[in-house]
């Protein structure tokens, strides 16, 4: 290959090494933004198993062990499927009007503005 071939390459790579900061903080927020679909779709998915699960009315699995509820239902052979993308486990919350599947987020922290939830009404 000609050094004229190669020159546009070498001046990417160039311009890539000098805004490698830059680089990063995109390639950051693309990882980050595909956590928050891929959970979001995680979320559904659970969504629609407890709803069948409440339809059968054998919900009670699913209130007393939720984590083993998932792992039931969602089977992986790369990862926990009972933890979201960033390794907390789903919770599943229970109030008097409504149930919820909750992911705390990127913070781990629940009950946070990065949580993503669902609400499943009763």
Do not use: C, Q
């Not at 699995?61 to 083993?68: I, K, L, T, W």
């Amino acid at each position: 290959m000609s050094l004229f071939k190669l020159l546009p390459l070498l001046a990417l790579a160039g311009l890539g090494y000098a805004r490698r900061d830059t680089v990063k903080a995109y390639a950051a927020t693309a990882i980050d933004m595909t956590k928050v679909v891929v959970t979001e779709h995680e979320i559904r998915n659970l969504e629609t198993a407890v709803r069948a699960e409440l339809i059968n009315g054998s919900a009670r699995e699913v209130r007393s062990n939720f984590p083993a509820f998932v792992r039931k239902v969602a089977k992986s052979e790369t990862r926990d499927p009972a933890k979201d993308m960033w390794g907390h486990e789903y919770a599943f919350l229970v109030n008097k009007k409504h149930y919820a599947i909750v992911s705390r987020g990127p913070d781990g922290e629940l009950g946070t503005g990065d949580d993503i939830r669902t609400r499943i009404e009763r």
